[in-house]
């Protein structure tokens, strides 16, 4: 196979035209954060936001003109709507035209598992409650919104690309009972750093969710939505762009981690997404020598906060060599030894997660 460059990748959109300036995508500087990898091509179409929808053709035209050239592996061409600098952000809800939410197809409900800061294991925590809830008997997908960082391939031990489906849409991968998409299954490689900005991320989160066969092999009863740290432009995307079921916030127990896990729980209520709970992390060290228990991060202050916003503490899940391995092997400790220690942590956590989504548990 011939290798692609980016004077061939632009060639081939030039032929591409924007039907409102008449020039082609790529004079009218459309083309944004083109990456060229082992003939796998990523870039954005940029439109403004009342634009944003009736662009979906040119960016379908430009996927295709890709598609087309030798060496060309894999496309992934999203569509992003950048706002004028004159038009004022949305205002907080119930206030302003409130954008409408669109449901998921095949899928009934979707919970974001978040947090304030990184490092605290909320993709840990994703993966294994996505797990626990398979083995409750639900249907169950994975989406790894985290565009900067995915993690989810690493922690399910998946790899390859995904497939492509015969209505278009891209077939999710499977592992431990659940389907699962990322922005890392389409990347060259698992440490390509992804330099787009808000706009681009937030148009990658959209197709994510639109152009993904999300019922591929059934429908799904819950989606879990792995978030990136913080309260950017991923987590206002999904809160505002389709019917969040709730939220799920991740700390550990000590003050800072809680600070901004607090600033979690606000920007959810802000956008009227419910808050089913939080969930304290590496609560406990346990000792794998003698079993003692030892109060790394301090203790009890994911459960001060929970009472203090008037919604339930989840569950309490131990820091443990057994987790840290597990993750790092790509086998879920839900998934290996549900009957362990750790495991039923996780697997009580779902039963808390399914009760609150009114699922038998």
């Not at 004159?86 to 409900?109: D, I, W």
């Amino acid at each position: 196979m011939s290798s692609v460059n980016r004077d061939d990748v632009l060639r081939a959109l030039a032929a591409v035209k924007d039907p409102k300036s008449g020039r082609n995508v790529v004079e009218a500087g459309m083309v944004q954060g083109l990456v060229i990898k082992d003939g796998k091509v990523s870039f954005a179409i940029e439109v403004t936001a009342e634009n944003g929808s009736a662009y979906e053709p040119v960016r379908l035209a430009c996927a295709e003109a890709v598609k087309k050239l030798p060496g060309v592996a894999q496309v992934t061409a999203v569509l992003t709507a950048e706002r004028p600098a004159s038009e004022p952000p949305p205002a907080p809800h119930g206030h302003g035209h409130a954008q409408a939410k669109a449901p998921v197809p095949g899928v009934a409900k979707i919970v974001a598992v978040a947090s304030g800061k990184g490092g605290v294991g909320k993709s840990t925590t994703a993966v294994n409650l996505a797990v626990a809830l398979s083995r409750l008997g639900l249907r169950v997908g994975l989406l790894d919104v985290d565009i900067y960082g995915p993690s989810v391939p690493k922690l399910l031990g998946l790899s390859g690309r995904p497939e492509m489906g015969a209505d278009k849409k891209i077939v999710p991968m499977r592992a431990y009972g659940i389907v699962a998409m990322s922005i890392g299954f389409l990347l060259g490689e698992p440490d390509q750093a992804v330099i787009w900005r808000g706009p681009m991320v937030m148009g990658a989160v959209q197709q994510l969710l639109a152009d993904v066969a999300w019922d591929a092999y059934g429908p799904i009863d819950v989606l879990i939505a792995d978030m990136p740290p913080g309260t950017g432009d991923a987590q206002l995307t999904m809160a505002q762009r389709v019917p969040l079921a709730g939220a799920v916030i991740v700390s550990t127990p000590q003050d800072i981690a809680l600070i901004d896990a607090r600033k979690g729980i606000n920007m959810f209520a802000r956008v009227e997404v419910p808050i089913l709970g939080v969930v304290e992390n590496m609560s406990t060290f346990i000792c794998p020598h003698c079993g003692g228990e030892s109060h790394i991060f301090g203790h009890g202050g994911a459960a001060e906060t929970a009472q203090k916003f008037g919604v339930p503490l989840l569950a309490e899940i131990p820091l443990t060599i057994d987790i840290r391995q597990t993750s790092d092997a790509g086998t879920p400790i839900a998934a290996i030894a549900p009957e362990g220690p750790q495991g039923k942590a996780y697997m009580a956590l779902a039963r808390a997660v399914a009760a609150k989504l009114g699922y038998p548990s």
